[in-house]
């Protein structure tokens, strides 16, 4: 027997809550779930490993032979510049999800967006085009991509980029926000931002931007999302003793995900840090076998 935890209320994960509907429609996903239910797994929803049970729990309490820890990569990063707090930013990953998961664009649902406005984000991603075009579509009368190096360095793919250029988002490179301005009522009236120039390459082989001096300006916005990237939740391996994880707080497995944990396997964002869909599937797939195997042989001997 095979159960899923699922954290959210909505089978599916980053696919549903993540990805807009115009890059994966949702019925698409829905199928895909509705196939592992035909074929007797069981989802349980609302169900936050770390919480609910513990790894330790799942074993001992619940039963199960090996678990596959597939929890992603949903913990959001910020800059830590003045202004953060105000009314009007979010993490790319609040927005996305209010939209694609909460159905904030239809204002009978209980969590709508406030209106948009002029929109900065800041970062420059498949997750920063993502929300640039989401917000496009909500309705924003301008969008703007804040990025801090040139185009040659954007890390998004260039077919993401050529579309958010062809919707009419407006990019900004070699601009790094410095301070979100708010009004008398902590509402979002502006970003101010520094020119950069590229230095020296930087670990990630990219060259390393640098601030110009006295290079200080100011561009009006009712929103901010901040796309600056995610990292694992940290609620699972703070609760499970003898799980390592390396220094961004990713779990360590091995290429058929087998952690330090015995009878415990993870994949996907999880282990890699952000990164995409199929590599995610591909780690569970090597998990399966290696889980199956695992469970024959224990049951040999």
Do not use: W
């Amino acid at each position: 027997a095979v159960t899923v935890y699922e954290a959210f209320h909505t089978a599916g994960g980053v696919m549903m809550y993540g990805i807009p509907e115009f890059r994966l429609p949702k019925r698409v996903v829905k199928k895909e779930v509705d196939t592992l239910l035909k074929q007797g797994v069981t989802i349980e929803m609302n169900a936050v490993i770390g919480r609910l049970y513990s790894i330790e729990e799942l074993f001992h309490e619940e039963g199960y032979e090996a678990v596959f820890l597939g929890t992603g990569a949903g913990l959001p990063r910020f800059m830590n510049i003045p202004g953060e707090s105000r009314v009007g930013v979010y993490s790319a990953n609040e927005f996305l999800t209010r939209i694609n998961l909460m159905k904030a664009y239809n204002e009978k649902y209980d969590t709508p967006l406030k209106k948009l406005g002029k929109v900065a984000v800041v970062g420059g991603g498949n997750v920063a085009m993502d929300a640039a075009r989401s917000a496009k579509r909500l309705g924003a009368e301008e969008v703007y991509i804040v990025y801090r190096r040139s185009e040659a360095e954007l890390p998004a793919r260039a077919e993401e980029a050529h579309h958010a250029k062809e919707e009419g988002i407006i990019f900004k490179f070699l601009t790094s926000p410095v301070e979100i301005h708010g009004d008398e009522k902590g509402i979002v009236r502006a970003i101010e931002c520094e020119e950069m120039e590229l230095g020296e390459p930087d670990e990630s082989g990219r060259r390393r931007p640098k601030p110009k001096a006295n290079s200080n300006f100011e561009i009006p916005v009712d929103t901010v999302i901040m796309a600056i990237g995610t990292t694992p939740n940290p609620l699972v391996t703070s609760t499970t003793p003898g799980l390592d994880t390396d220094k961004r707080g990713c779990i360590v497995a091995d290429e058929n995900g087998k952690t330090s944990h015995l009878a415990v396997y993870a994949g996907g964002d999880a282990v890699t840090g952000a990164a995409t869909i199929i590599l995610a599937m591909g780690a569970g797939r090597k998990a399966a076998h290696a889980i199956d195997e695992y469970i024959q042989k224990k049951g040999k001997n």
